[in-house]
């Protein structure tokens, strides 16, 4: 059982489209961060997330930090190809970073 | 600046052989720690090291030993490979211990196959 869970699991969607990708947990986690990687490469940050109710934008990604600490979302605006990849979302517990099993993202042109 | 440096890239055993990956960083990182990457399973973490000298257990630690005796070396070693552990595996390091605030700093990766 994944502590943190993803979903969907994979999505695939025209450029252009807007979509969501979620993060949830029944745990509370300090901070939460969005990684992107691409294939044959490591995770790459793309935010951390803090506070509770925290918003960052990053362009056409927005992310948001649940209330209560416990769930996230990326969204993204009007997608494009170079957007394809796969989206893992992390949860800090003390010196542990903990993955969900990740959102494969596919933007077609 | 190299970052963190994985070897090898790719490796073949056979069920039984154990081996040695390679990773090291040049950033003066803290902070170091090996996840093995599984289809559907995300990364799961197996060890951690907060600094020189110190290791700790992750999610995941059976039939892997690590060892931190500098503060740029963090090599994970397979005792007795079985195919249960083929799998990506991605050596990572952050400025201090605890990864609160802070990023995580991949390799590229080791794909190691056991036959």
């Known amino acids: 059982t994944q502590l943190l869970e993803q979903s969907p699991q994979f999505l695939s969607i025209q450029e252009g489209e807007n979509l969501t990708v979620y993060c949830n947990s029944s745990?509370?986690?300090?901070?939460l961060q969005w990684y992107r990687q691409e294939p044959g490469e490591g995770p790459v940050l793309l935010v951390t997330v803090v506070t509770g109710g925290e918003v960052k934008k990053l362009k056409r990604l927005t992310f948001q930090f649940g209330d209560a600490r416990k769930d996230s979302s990326l969204h993204i605006t009007a997608a494009q190809p170079g957007d394809t990849g796969l989206y893992l979302c992390?949860?800090?517990?003390?010196?542990?970073?903990?993955f969900g099993a990740g959102t494969i993202l596919r933007v077609k042109s | 600046n190299a970052g963190v440096t994985q070897t090898p890239k790719f490796q073949v055993l056979k069920t039984g052989q154990s081996m040695t990956l390679q990773c090291a960083q040049d950033m003066n990182h803290e902070y170091m720690s090996w996840y093995r990457q599984d289809p559907g399973m995300g990364l799961r973490l197996i060890h951690y090291?907060?600094?020189?000298?110190?290791?700790d257990q992750g999610e995941v630690p059976n039939g892997y030993n690590v060892s931190r005796s500098t503060t740029e070396d963090f090599p994970l070693r397979l005792l007795s490979a079985a195919p249960s552990q083929t799998s990506v595996y991605f050596c990572a390091s952050s400025p201090r211990a605890g990864a609160h605030r802070e990023k995580l700093f991949f390799g590229s990766g080791t794909q190691l196959s056991v036959l």
């Open positions: 090291s907060v600094g020189a000298g110190i290791t």
């Open positions: 992390a949860g800090v517990r003390g010196n542990k970073l903990v």
């Open positions: 745990s509370v986690f300090s901070s």
